[in-house]
């Protein structure tokens, strides 16, 4: 778990074990094994800007290119990396890319949760017999650097997982993609990163779904239950939802999966299927080693963040639950950070609002200290503080 720890940029960084919270697993046993994260690969309506962006407020690198310049004549992609987070941006060239009408249809967001493994036949060999949908069949991609093998499965909505192993490929990302560097050029005082890993990806589907993909991603996938957040865990006065996390063997790959729940009004789980259009990526969580040096760095960038009323901090329950952290609760106000404990520790986390025109996708940063939660203390004033965004946008 992870440390005391000091400003961005100025310390030894935690290694993945700390950041997420790794179990042990012996994947030989495992029907579907999954060790990681590959990558989230975005459609969006104009990749060379959201991937400036990336790059300019959140301090991702750009390590690969594609386009009509390397032979791609469809699309556009870039991929961007912040620690072992990596993030692919495409974006479509020729009017006629069916990448041109996914993104008209959903507007900017993530269409593919592509996950590291082993043995890609042996996954869907295991996902075929429980039903699962084969999108792409395993299959070589070779070039110079080596030969990636890969598939691909439908999963909620147009989301689909692509499982690859890269363990024979030595090149910057897939074939077709070359080694590319920037011409952006970060402020003199930059960090290293500001985000070290993808902590948890969470999808929104329909009413009545979330059980129907829990069981996808346990009989498909070989996930296991982590958590289950429904009624008063999970409501504000006026909207609710139900979510629940499934997890890798390994807890390195988890998804809280959430569904609108009966309220007085609109929940943000409606908001988003309105205007995505379907089911889909919510949020990304980025996981952390210094929350407060990263919030800084993100709002002098001009990001912006959910706010916090002041009576969350000023609630005594919530000094009595949290006990000690590393920071001072005041130090946490200023910044509009949010605390919560559980058994195994604490963790502090903020939301950014959504990314795009449309209200869906957005990020979440979070720091763990033990906790291997998902913030439950934090998910009233979480919800009434997106409630109030949803009244100025008129989606209440």
Known sequence: MTTETAPVGTREEPSDTQLIGLVEHDAARDPF??????????????????????QSAFGMRLEAYCGPETGVRDHKGFVLRSGSARFVV???????????????????GVVDIALEAPDVDRCVAWARSQGARVLVEPHDDADEFGTVRSATLAAYGETRHTLVDRSRYSGPYLPGYVARESTFVPRPDAPR?????????????????MDRWVDYYRRVMGFTNMAEFVGDDIATNYSALMS???ANGNHRVKFPLNEPALGRKRSQIDEY?????????????????????????????????????????ADPELRARIGHVRVPV???????ILVDRDEDGYLLQIFCRPLTDRP?????????????????????ALFEAIEREQEARGNL
Do not use: M
Not at 33 to 54: E, I
Not at 90 to 99: E, Y
Not at 279 to 284: A, K, L, R
């Open 33 to 54: 094994p999954v060790t990681g994260w590959d990558a989230l690969v975005w459609v969006v309506g104009n990749a060379t800007q959201f991937a400036h962006y990336l």
């Open 330 to 336: 005041e130090e946490l106000h200023a910044r509009g």
């Open 244 to 246: 629940k996390v499934v």
């Open 273 to 313: 299927l309105e205007f995505y259009r379907g089911p889909g990526v919510q949020h990304i969580a980025l996981a952390t080693a210094d929350i407060l040096g990263t919030v800084d760095i993100l709002r002098r960038e001009g990001v912006e963040f959910l706010d916090t009323p002041d009576a969350y901090y």
């Open 90 to 108: 495409t974006g479509a060239v020729d009017p006629d890319s069916p990448l041109l009408a996914h993104q008209a249809r959903h507007g900017d």
């Open 193 to 209: 990163r500001l985000f070290q890993a993808v902590d948890h990806v969470v999808g929104n589907v329909e009413l009545g779904q």
């Open 360 to 380: 869906t996708v957005f990020f979440e940063l979070i720091e763990r200290h033990g906790s291997l939660g998902f913030g439950k203390g934090n998910f009233k």
